[in-house]
């Protein structure tokens, strides 16, 4: 079932989102099963909002995440995430 994912991340500038995402894009492979990504920043820092077709895409994808945020000098675990199923996705003209 596809799950939508919010993760806080305090603290986080979008520099440091720009460098890491850099990084990230060049394996794409990392992002199977991820149907779309927005970044939002915040006065505390930024807010990511994601939709993966599963709660286990969404994992493997954070396992292997995890390493990269830690050698561009981020937390290797990101702040609050909250998961909800959704009911429907879609995206117009598709």
């Keep these: 079932m596809a799950v ?3 993760t806080v ?3 986080i500038t979008t520099d440091q989102y720009d460098s890491l995402n850099a990084r990230l894009q060049q394996t794409p492979e990392i992002f199977e099963g991820c149907l779309s990504h927005a970044c939002v920043p915040t006065d505390g820092g930024l807010e990511i909002y994601d939709i993966w077709e599963s709660e286990r895409h969404m994992a493997a994808f954070a396992e292997k995440m995890g390493p990269v945020a830690a050698e561009q000098g981020l937390p290797a675990q990101p702040g609050q995430t909250d998961v909800f199923p959704l009911h ?3 995206v117009p003209g598709a």
């Design 4 to 6: 939508l994912i919010r």
């Design 9 to 11: 991340l305090p603290g």
């Design 88 to 90: 429907n996705h879609w």
